[in-house]
């Protein structure tokens, strides 16, 4: 299906990107994988309950999951769930990030140590910008506004880092 045209697309591009070739070959094996291999688990109350829990960011450890708690009356919330064991998580809002508004959870640096946010923060250029968050030993920064070009007086609501973590694609 799309995944064999979407792989044979990485294997003929490869040439192009030489210092790539590990991340490729990846890439490659992610596509090819038998989905049999893929194991759909539901993970149940804290991290799926009665509300609105959407947009997973699982980090590459598999030890943490980001993710939006909608409330109605107040909006959308970044909460993280860390795994006490097989299938058992705990959850909890991150508190510094959240406000009377929306926020989102886009994406997690690589190491962890980054998390790329959608909001309406104050401070942002737009009626919704890109943020960025640092975890410290105290825990999660504020949130700080990604510069223009990045943000723009629009709606800007989605980036990613790249797989190394040097950039936000």
Known sequence: GNTTAAAGLWRRSRALFPDRRRS??????????????????????????????????PELSGRRIYFTREYEATGEDIWMADRLSAGLFEARPISVLNTEGSESPLAVSPDGGELLLFGSYRGGPGRGDLFR?????????????????????????????????????
């Open 24 to 57: 490729i070959d990846q890439i490659i094996d992610l596509l090819e994988r038998d989905e049999g291999d893929v194991r759909i688990i539901n993970l149940k109350a804290p991290v799926n309950t009665m509300l609105d829990d959407y947009t997973p960011i």
């Open 133 to 169: 968050s640092t975890l410290k030993r105290s825990g999660w920064s504020r949130a700080e506004a990604l510069p223009a070009p990045v943000n723009s007086p629009h709606f800007d609501a989605d980036g990613f880092f790249t797989a190394d973590g040097a950039a936000i694609l």
